[in-house]
């Protein structure tokens, strides 16, 4: 006799804020949530005028002692540009689409990242932000996947935590499979096709650009013009993405004890100082979390609104930069295989 067919229903969610989504909308002000294609691009043309401006101090001075200087400086405004294609591809910089496309390429392709490649994985990030099984960045690795890593993806994952955003386009995290590149890539659906293809064009036109200015003007050009700004670029996302989302007193959750808002929650606020204007006050990452559509120049407003209806639930680091960075660097490097909510723990090797 055949058996009835059962239907396994997924368990309901653990419901445990004191607050939802909505209290914590209703607290922010209306204009937060709108966005002004004009101050967006105002914010765009004055990262392009800032890198100009240092592109043509480091061409008249040509000096060995300026180019450190140079690349430090440089590679920060490359940080910043990022940052702008960065509400393109949330759509908070425009109400166009066609616009944020634009200035998303614009912005991300000098600099070697696919827009629209970022675009996708990155929302898969936010969609699943502290969620161990789904989310996309920075997620903690378990103790049973840490004990099947060789000794040289230990190395690359623990100790070069700060140039591992070029291999990820490439690789993606342990665990996962598939390229920014490729359309083929689980990252991406069917129809998401030719918008990665269309980055990945635009990248290879730009490594192109960067190949034949190599070839006119030779390697020391690359090297000072662009690799140093490029490499000081790619700490500072690095940096700043680690320090969101690694903390030894930030949860993790599974099943049925993760959802979007507790989720979203699990990221932490930095000051980063002089640097918080030139690069957009990305510091202000709990709100973005929490309302990924609202243009960072609204940040501030909106985490000041929200932090009475949060209380203790929103997380603000009270160390400097590089002793929060020690501090994940030094604990933060797996989690319980098992459990409902789970913090990091650190391993030696």
């Excluded at 004191?18 to 937060?32: K, M, S, V």
């Excluded at 995290?173 to 980055?199: A, I, M, N, Q």
Aim: charged share 20%; with cysteine; glycine share 6%.
């Amino acid at each position: 006799m055949q058996q009835p067919m059962t239907v396994k229903r997924p368990e309901p969610k653990v419901v445990d804020l004191p607050f939802t989504l909505q209290d914590i909308r209703e607290a922010i002000p209306p204009h937060c949530f709108e966005s002004s294609a004009i101050k967006s691009l105002a914010y765009f043309f004055w990262d392009i005028f800032v890198i100009s401006v240092l592109y043509a101090i480091a061409y008249s001075l040509d000096s060995w002692f300026f180019w450190p200087i140079f690349w430090v400086m440089q590679g920060t405004m490359f940080w910043a540009l990022f940052v702008v294609g960065h509400d393109c591809g949330h759509g908070s910089f425009s109400r166009y689409k066609w616009l944020n496309n634009l200035i998303g390429h614009l912005s991300h392709t000098p600099i070697l990242v696919p827009f629209h490649g970022w675009r996708i994985s990155h929302r898969t990030h936010h969609k699943n932000t502290g969620n161990i099984d789904t989310d996309e960045s920075w997620y903690p690795i378990t103790e049973s996947k840490y004990n099947e890593m060789g000794w040289l993806e230990k190395f690359a994952r623990f100790k070069l935590v700060l140039f591992l955003y070029p291999l990820y386009l490439f690789k993606r995290s342990p665990g996962r499979k598939g390229s920014h590149f490729d359309p083929k890539s689980d990252l991406f659906r069917p129809s998401e096709k030719w918008d990665v293809l269309t980055s990945t064009i635009c990248l290879i036109g730009m490594v192109a650009l960067l190949g034949f200015l190599t070839y006119q003007f030779g390697f020391l050009w690359l090297l000072k013009y662009y690799l140093g700004p490029y490499l000081v670029f790619v700490i500072w996302l690095d940096l700043v993405t680690f320090l969101h989302h690694t903390d030894p007193d930030v949860p993790w959750y599974r099943g049925k004890d993760w959802y979007f808002l507790k989720g979203a929650l699990s990221t932490v606020d930095h000051d980063y100082g002089f640097i918080n204007d030139i690069h957009h006050n990305i510091g202000t990452h709990v709100a973005h979390h929490i309302f990924l559509t609202m243009p960072h120049y609204h940040l501030k407003t909106a985490t000041e609104a929200i932090k009475p209806v949060l209380g203790d639930y929103y997380r603000k680091s009270n160390y400097s930069i590089l002793e929060a960075f020690i501090r994940g660097y030094n604990i933060c490097h797996v989690v319980p295989d098992e459990g409902g909510k789970v913090y990091c723990e650190s391993r030696k090797f």
